[in-house]
């Protein structure tokens, strides 16, 4: 009895299994049976899409073209002064770093000697004059022959010559600056001996400077003396650029890198500019005064041609364009776009001609 109960039980499982089988077997056939949806194709515009978008009108406005150049500042003017004449140096005044302005002693070599030797001179040339008024009266009186008259004139001329370069030999063991500026060396010490010719002081003038730019050939046609130019010591920022004005630009170039020397004025009060610096120079290279300027980030690539978008009666226009001029992060568009267009400068990078556009701003530029 037992076992003829758990026969019972096996059959009835293998029959419930079955009935589970057949049942999904059944479901399956009806979902194969059944039509199944076709997913929606995304398309901006047939699908319905509205993009949101801002615009810009276009306008035109002046527009320059920059050339960006680096440049090496100099000094205004820059000496390097030798001693005329040898000696020991007696006296040194100024130290290096000060100011000194045009005639001012710098230092002084022993003059003793220099001043003895101008004494005697002067001393010669009274005896010689006092010998031409003698001869000159007896000649006048026809006592003196014109001979001795002769040789006393020559005498008394020496005398004068020596004179002359007695004092300039004292002058010039006193050297004294030739213009207004600082020290920036001083090479010898008090008590040193030099030799004629050899350097004792620089002296540099940086109240203005001048900036030493080299011009590429193609960009020297737009370079004139006179023109306005910006100096940036750091930042390309305007706020930071120092002005300056072109005054010299040369007329022959350099046969090997083919740059024209050009050399622009600044003025330096804070002393801000030194020596031998590396700046950056801008330069308006052209000037277009009625652009159409749009951002940079506004035009897109389309393959080899480049390309924007206007808004017009909620629709996106494509343009291709040509570019000309660039300034900062406005480049000019010289063909395939017009004053009035709305242009699309938000919302642009994934239209296409036709599609469907929501203005939700108007930018003013």
């Known amino acids: 009895m037992k076992k003829a109960i758990n026969t019972f039980i096996i059959l009835c499982g293998v029959a419930l299994v079955g009935y589970v089988i057949v049942l999904?077997?059944?479901?399956?056939?009806?979902?194969?049976t059944a039509p199944r949806p076709t997913p929606a194709v995304a398309n901006n515009d047939t699908a319905g899409q509205v993009v949101r978008v801002k615009v810009a009108v276009m306008k035109a406005a002046p527009m320059n073209e920059y050339l960006l150049l680096p440049g090496t500042v100099e000094a205004w003017e820059d000496v390097d002064l030798s001693a005329k004449v040898g000696g020991n140096v007696e006296w040194v005044g100024p130290k290096e770093g000060d100011r000194i302005t045009s005639g001012e002693v710098i230092?002084?070599?022993?003059?003793?000697?220099?001043?003895a030797l101008l004494k005697q001179a002067e001393a010669t040339?009274?005896?010689a004059e006092k010998q031409?008024?003698?001869?000159?009266k007896l000649v006048g009186e026809g006592v003196g022959t014109r001979a001795e008259l002769d040789n006393v004139v020559a005498a008394r001329d020496v005398a004068r010559a020596n004179v002359e370069v007695a004092r300039v030999a004292l002058n010039d063991a006193v050297i004294r600056s030739p213009l207004d500026g600082v020290i920036d060396r001083i090479y010898v010490d008090r008590g040193e001996h030099l030799d004629p010719g050899r350097p004792v002081a620089k002296i540099v003038q940086t109240d203005r400077v001048k900036v030493v730019v080299n011009v590429?050939?193609?960009?020297?046609?737009?370079?004139?003396?006179?023109?306005m130019a910006g100096?940036?010591?750091?930042?390309?920022?305007?706020?930071l650029m120092i002005p300056g004005k072109i005054f010299y630009v040369a007329l022959t170039?350099?046969?090997i890198n083919r740059t024209y020397p050009m050399r622009i004025e600044i003025p330096n009060k804070d002393r801000k500019l030194r020596p031998g610096m590396i700046v950056r120079v801008g330069l308006i290279r052209r000037r277009v005064e009625n652009a159409l300027a749009v951002p940079l980030y506004a035009v897109v690539d389309r393959g080899d041609r480049k390309v924007v978008f206007i808004e017009k009666d909620g629709r996106a226009v494509q343009r291709e364009v040509s570019l000309g001029i660039l300034e900062g992060d406005r480049i000019q568009v010289?063909?395939?776009?017009?004053?009035?267009?709305?242009?699309?400068?938000?919302g642009q990078r994934d239209l296409v001609d036709g599609a469907a556009v929501e203005v939700e701003e108007v930018i003013e530029r």
């Open 107 to 115: 230092l002084r070599l022993d003059t003793a000697q220099r001043q």
């Open 334 to 346: 010289t063909q395939g776009l017009q004053e009035g267009d709305r242009l699309i400068v938000v």
């Open 231 to 239: 100096v940036f010591l750091g930042e390309l920022r305007q706020d």
């Open 216 to 227: 590429p050939e193609k960009d020297v046609c737009f370079c004139q003396e006179g023109q």
């Open 125 to 127: 040339l009274a005896q």
């Open 132 to 136: 031409y008024e003698r001869i000159s």
């Open 24 to 32: 999904a077997s059944a479901k399956n056939s009806s979902n194969s």
């Open 253 to 255: 170039g350099d046969p």
